[in-house]
């Protein structure tokens, strides 16, 4: 009889105690063991049929489902570090549980094959190669018929339990149909029971019924995994809209204060974030949402700092100006043509809005002035006896010192 895979202790949020964990560690171990040997005498068994073409693909998909609990189960054994765990590594362990797959072993687009895409964690990873198992048992006659019978009914009526607990996890509008498969499949297998409490034969009727309950719950553990990930996916659109959504309101607030205060304010238009609308319930159409949603964030980044940019500018324009009636005032004698400057700066400055390419130049006239300073100038003329006509812009001659010629 084919092993099935132990159910983990715990929960993602209430971490195992480490007898529990380690007890599951042993389990876990053995049963990879056994469905290795089993799959590779499945494997040996497909060799040998010429014809066997859709049972392989079923096979590597087997496989690397199996390959995929054997990466984690690794890990697992790393983390548990031979029992030398506290309350964290507990933690941890417990998040590699149940954390898909495909999350700590993400693989490239090119070394994609048939399991690809399964995003399921390790209980349903172990649950779903169970299944597979059973149904390439099942489809090669592998399983041994001779008294063997009320073995493969058990194992049956186990598989239809499972079924009807993965059918809860449905959707409310489908979950009618779903339980009506499963009635289906638990009625088949008590009139097999009966018949064979009869002395009946009913080794060539388990196996189609053995593969039908191999495929649903592989259809059932698949949805499951496939709808947490557009709930995911959904989820974390939904958070990036919320947050552009603030951002937008911020803008809107800075773009107003921005075209209030500067002249020529930015261009840029806000996009509007209200025309996307709320999150699709398609996975591919999400994918394109959440595209749009990037792209919005990339207009946003652009507006604010365009208009960041222009209110810096105002701001630094005003303290520029203070910084240099500061310096105006530090001067020994103050000249009235920087004065002007400054009055005609300060009037630009209080405008609503300020025109900046009229600002700037004053200020830059009024800065080389106060750095020309022509009173010292003067001042320093007559203090080095040079004398001439301080109107005349002609430079005074250099003297000669008659003693040192020849």
Known sequence: MSPTAPWPPGALDRPAQPQQMLVYLDQLGEWLGQRRAE?????????????AGAQTGDLMVALSVWQAVQRRYQDLL???DSGRVGAVQLSQLSQLIWSRLDDAQPQPVSAQGPAAGLSVNLPEACRLSDALTAQLTAQLSLTALDGQASLRLSGLRAQVERLRQQVELEPADDRTDWRRQVDQMAESIDQLAAMAGRGGDIG??????????AQLERDLIVGNARRRRLAQLTAQAQALRERLGQRETELAALVERVRGRVQPAPKYALPRLAALGQPPADEAELNLYRTRLETVAQALDLVERANRAAWDDWTAAGAELTRLRDQERGARRPDAATAGLADQAEELLSRRPTPMAVLRPILDAYAAALDLDPAAERTAAQSDGSG?????????????DRRSDP
């Open 39 to 51: 799959l590779d005498r499945l494997d040996r068994a497909l060799a040998q049929r010429p014809s």
């Open 78 to 80: 790393r983390g548990w």
């Open 204 to 213: 060539g009727r388990l196996g189609p019924i053995e593969i039908q309950a």
């Open 388 to 400: 001439g006509d301080p109107t005349d812009p002609t430079p005074p001659l250099p003297t000669t």
